[in-house]
């Protein structure tokens, strides 16, 4: 589908090829799916997916997604980015190629990054937080999706990783020596945040979830993702610092 000629940079993101990927991946899937035993009843898939609806429709089972983020309206786009990137060929190619095998048109109620459920989509915030769809195009193609807060999903038994990007600096003598070994370790800091309650001290947890401190943007602008916003040109590791720097100062 890629042109020859065509600059690496264009189609080597993440976003570039999950159509793609939905086309190459959906022959063995459905496959593997139609010789489970018991069949499944139900498809639960992370929305940056393209092909667990497709899947769901071939075998005419519900499918419903599960967002690790306050929902749709922190996706927002620049007006006609959404039409570009759709009419990029290695994109538009295997949106008509799923179509015709499987007769499911990923972009009638879906775009990239954002295939949410007609079913049900289930929110890892409260609904104080929660983000609804907010653009046109949004509103327009899953507008009228259902979407139920259901807070975090925390399982205590698996270990922790506080940040993977920040590199050596936490091994070093003066650095380990300011802070608490519950922080290092990758696990919530429970006994000094038990220490800090029985002095009689208010806490706020502030956890800025994995994509301003992940290993794409932490070193890296946000870009397009964040044109709407005024933070285009601010990477991850900038972003964090100041809203951490906001929390100290509002909260003492």
Same mark, same amino acid.
């Given at each position: 589908?890629?042109?020859?000629?065509?600059?690496?940079?264009?189609?080597?993101?993440?976003?570039?090829?999950?159509?793609?990927?939905?086309?190459?991946v959906?022959?063995?899937?459905?496959?593997?799916?139609?010789?489970?035993?018991?069949a499944?009843?139900?498809?639960?898939?992370?929305?940056?997916i393209?092909?667990?609806?497709?899947?769901?429709?071939?075998?005419r089972?519900?499918?419903?997604?599960?967002?690790t983020?306050?929902? +749709?309206?922190?996706? #927002?786009? *620049?007006?006609?980015?959404?039409?570009?990137?759709?009419?990029?060929?290695?994109?538009? $190619? !295997? %949106?008509?190629?799923?179509?015709?095998?499987?007769?499911?048109?990923?972009?009638?109620?879906?775009?990239?990054?954002?295939?949410?459920?007609?079913?049900?989509?289930?929110?890892?915030t409260?609904?104080?937080?929660?983000?609804?769809?907010?653009?046109?195009?949004?509103?327009?193609?899953?507008?009228?999706? +259902?979407?139920?807060? #259901?807070? *975090?999903?925390?399982?205590?038994?698996?270990?922790?990783?506080?940040?993977?990007?920040? $590199? !050596? %600096?936490?091994?070093?003598?003066?650095?380990?020596?300011?802070?608490?070994?519950d922080?290092?370790s990758?696990?919530?800091?429970?006994?000094?945040?038990d220490?800090?309650?029985?002095?009689?001290?208010?806490?706020?947890?502030?956890?800025?979830?994995?994509?301003?401190?992940?290993?794409?943007?932490w070193?890296?602008?946000?870009?397009?993702?964040?044109?709407?916003?005024g933070l285009?040109?601010?990477i991850?590791?900038?972003?964090?610092?100041?809203v951490?720097?906001?929390?100290?100062?509002?909260?003492?």
């Open positions: 589908y890629v042109p020859e000629g065509t600059p690496d940079k264009d189609h080597a993101q993440m976003i570039a090829g999950l159509a793609y990927t939905a086309e190459r959906l022959p063995a899937l459905l496959e593997d799916l139609r010789a489970l035993v018991p499944p009843s139900v498809i639960v898939y992370d929305p940056f393209v092909f667990a609806q497709v899947a769901a429709h071939v075998l089972i519900p499918a419903i997604s599960l967002l983020w306050p929902g +749709p309206g922190v996706l #927002v786009r *620049p007006g006609g980015a959404v039409e570009e990137d759709e009419a990029l060929p290695w994109v538009e $190619g !295997p %949106r008509r190629a799923i179509e015709e095998a499987y007769g499911f048109d990923i972009f009638e109620r879906g775009m990239l990054m954002e295939m949410y459920s007609p079913v049900m989509n289930l929110v890892t409260t609904e104080e937080l929660f983000a609804p769809p907010a653009s046109e195009k949004q509103l327009l193609r899953f507008g009228a999706a +259902p979407f139920r807060c #259901v807070g *975090p999903l925390i399982d205590a038994s698996v270990k922790r990783l506080a940040n993977a990007n920040i $590199g !050596p %600096r936490a091994a070093e003598p003066t650095y380990a020596a300011q802070v608490p070994s922080f290092m990758g696990t919530l800091p429970w006994a000094y945040i220490e800090q309650r029985a002095a009689g001290r208010k806490l706020v947890f502030v956890s800025l979830g994995t994509v301003a401190t992940g290993e794409h943007f070193n890296n602008t946000f870009g397009a993702f964040a044109q709407s916003n285009a040109d601010v991850g590791r900038e972003f964090c610092a100041q951490w720097k906001a929390g100290y100062e509002a909260l003492g």
